[in-house]
């Protein structure tokens, strides 16, 4: 058997250059490369590797290692969890600097894979800089943080365990059902040490990814129960895109007529002007989804993960006898609400259930009745778009705009704050693969917004990507800005300003806050800071001005009419990012349609108004229902 003598990391590097994926026939490089910040802690070791193999694995410098997570959980969405890419940091704090990162991408099942320095396996000049020491535990490493938030996780200690530990670090992260975050903590000294490796590890590898068939008999039950609906509603999730069965789920809902409402991460699935296309569903959704999910008596949930955000906080399904079908390729989604669980790839699923169906169509009138709750939410987003609130314009009105700036494949991005919500409700949504509605909602993480959208960009050179960040969300993250111009990486980022966060503002008032604490504190505030709906003073900062020192292109919008004009400069901007800045009313808030999330309110203490809002918090728990009920 041939072998290689190298180190612990040139064989990593190698070994990641050569992994590949496949799927329908169709095959790419898996790794797109290794995005980094160095320190003493892989300097030496994955640094010198990194730059001897530069041509085998481009390295991209960032500049905060959460965000350079972010770029990669991005791209790695983008690319349907077909491609990804590696992370490496140095030890301590530029590792759990990462630690953020890794949970969003374990949440929204994205395949990324992280590197960090850890502490010497030799623990010679021990405390090494920036090492915890843990005197119960001479194994612990501030590493150690990254196990509840990743899907497989290992130390390499011994050069030798590399070969194990990459190959199984690879059938997490090409694996469907069980992709997320995947770290190898890498000691710093180990990966400079030697690793007789065989040849066959360093060789090419082409990680086949079958698409899981249902079981026949799940999807003859499914069939039973769907054929016995008389109000049958089917939910879309983000594994309808990821599995590209987009094309699969318009053909069901033309054959069936049943109606289709989207999670967030599911927008997109079914375009909003196909007939069928409710839209938004469940705390953030259109009052056309949660009217016909309030009586829906057979739910059809497809690859979701039944988040709070999409059942209402199990208060959307109100019908007594509602069952659930879930088509989902993970198991631990296909159990939920006590469902039944059709495991299976979203595209197979989604035609076996079709073909089983056989041309049996939901009732006309429940068919005509989503169409016209759908027409009639179609009329509230154009009075939404259309507004002309003033002075300072709704924040619809921006979405709006940068919606009718949008062409059909372009990409909108954003994470937190109010936006995603109205994102949710009023974007419309063309691109027939799903891919231009990127709504990072299963961590809602401040500051993806900007890192996100390049990692986008990335993975999909000839879209425009528009990235949605609040102020907050901006104030957390910008730092890659500064990559995007090094990097040349085209961005829109819509930079909307509102004096801080005035989605938790409007969460405190209605659970009777007086939004204490959600306005940055001017100097006129004093000691209770509130935001209580009234007048408030502008902060005095000049977010536009920083991006412009970020080496950003700005340009500054001051109504809806010049926002327009920005935008149609931004799209012919090019070899790096357009910031467009722009400030909207905090209070001119989209309203909630029909639904309800469940945030408790205090039972005791506070004022009247807190007490009433408890009051209605107790009145509206009794619409949750347990969905327990086997199918
Ligand atoms: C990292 C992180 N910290 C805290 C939160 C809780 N949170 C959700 S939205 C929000 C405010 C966002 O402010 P901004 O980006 O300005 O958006 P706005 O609410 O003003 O629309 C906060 C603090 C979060 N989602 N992520
Ligand atoms: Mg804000």
């Known amino acids: 058997m041939s072998t290689e003598r190298l180190t612990v990391a040139q064989a990593l590097v190698r070994f990641l250059a050569a992994q590949h994926v496949e799927r329908d026939g169709r095959r790419r490089r898996f790794f797109a490369g290794c995005l980094g910040i160095f320190g003493h802690g892989n300097v030496a070791g994955l640094g010198q590797a990194l730059q001897q193999h530069h041509d085998l694995l481009p390295y991209l410098p960032a500049r905060n290692e959460q965000a350079m997570v972010h770029v990669a959980s991005g791209y790695a969405r983008q690319a349907n969890r077909l491609g990804a890419y590696a992370c490496t940091s140095s030890v301590g704090p530029g590792a759990t600097n990462m630690v953020t990162g890794a949970a969003l991408a374990t949440v929204n099942r994205l395949p990324v894979l992280l590197l960090p320095g850890d502490t010497f396996a030799g623990r010679g000049p021990h405390p090494v800089l920036q090492q915890l020491e843990a005197p119960q535990d001479g194994t612990v490493s501030v590493n150690d943080a990254f196990r509840p938030v990743c899907r497989y996780f290992d130390r390499i200690t011994r050069p030798e365990q590399l070969v194990d530990a990459a190959l199984a670090a690879m059938r997490v992260l090409t694996d469907p059902a069980e992709t997320g975050a995947v770290c190898l903590a890498l000691p710093e000294d180990v990966q400079t040490e030697v690793v007789e490796v065989p040849a066959a590890f360093l060789a090419e590898r082409t990680w086949t990814i079958f698409r899981r068939p249902p079981a026949p008999e799940a999807i003859e039950r499914a069939a039973a129960l769907v054929r016995g609906a008389r109000r049958p509603l089917l939910v879309a999730g983000g594994g309808v895109i990821y599995a590209e069965a987009t094309a699969a789920l318009r053909e069901f809902a033309d054959a069936t007529g049943i109606p289709v409402g989207e999670t967030q991460a599911g927008r997109g699935a079914l375009p909003s002007a196909h007939p069928a296309a409710l839209g938004a569903i469940g705390a953030t959704g ?6 016909l999910a309030r009586e829906a008596d057979v739910v059809i949930g497809v690859g979701t993960r039944w988040s709070d955000f ?10 007594p006898g509602v069952r659930f079908v879930n088509v989902n390729v993970a198991g631990l989604d296909a159990a939920k609400l006590a469902g039944l669980a059709v495991e299976a790839d979203a595209r197979l699923g989604l035609d076996a259930l079709r073909a089983a169906l056989a041309g049996r169509r939901a009732d006309a009138a429940w068919t005509e009745r989503a169409a016209g709750e759908a ?17 300072l314009p709704a924040q619809a009105e ?5 919606n009718d700036a949008a062409d059909e494949r372009d990409v909108v991005v954003c994470a937190a704050g109010s936006m995603p919500g109205d994102l949710h409700k009023l974007w419309r949504t063309r691109d027939p693969d799903g891919k231009g509605y990127h709504v990072e909602y299963g961590y809602s993480c401040m500051g993806y917004e900007i890192p996100g959208a390049m990692g986008v960009k990335l993975a999909a050179p000839d879209r425009r990507v528009f990235a949605m960040v609040g102020d907050g969300s901006y104030l957390m993250l910008p730092g890659e800005l500064a990559t995007a111009v090094a990097e040349g990486v085209e961005l829109i980022v819509v930079l909307v300003q509102n004096h801080g966060y005035a989605s938790i503002g409007a969460l405190s008032r209605s659970v009777g806050g007086a939004g204490y604490g959600t306005h940055y504190r001017t100097a006129e505030d004093g000691a209770l800071p509130v935001d209580d709906g009234g007048a408030y003073a502008a902060t005095p900062v000049d977010l536009a001005a920083n991006a412009e020192s970020l080496g950003a292109r700005v340009l500054r919008a001051a109504s809806v009419a ?5 935008l149609a400069e931004a799209r012919e901007h090019r070899g790096g990012p357009v910031v467009v800045h722009v400030e909207v009313d905090r209070y001119a808030g989209v309203p909630s349609y029909e639904s309800w999330w469940d945030v408790p309110v205090a039972a005791v203490g506070g004022d009247d108004a807190v007490r009433a809002a408890r009051a209605e918090y107790e009145a509206a728990r009794r619409n949750q229902r347990p969905y327990v009920e086997a199918p």
Do not use: M
């Open 286 to 291: 259109t009052p056309a989804a949660n009217r």
């Open 398 to 402: 921006v979405i709006g705009a940068v």
């Open 562 to 566: 010049e926002l327009r004009a920005a």
């Open 375 to 391: 027409a009639a939410w179609d009329e509230e987003v154009r009075r939404l778009y259309g507004q002309g609130h003033g002075p």
């Open 310 to 319: 999409t059942t209402a906080s199990r208060s959307a399904f109100q019908d």
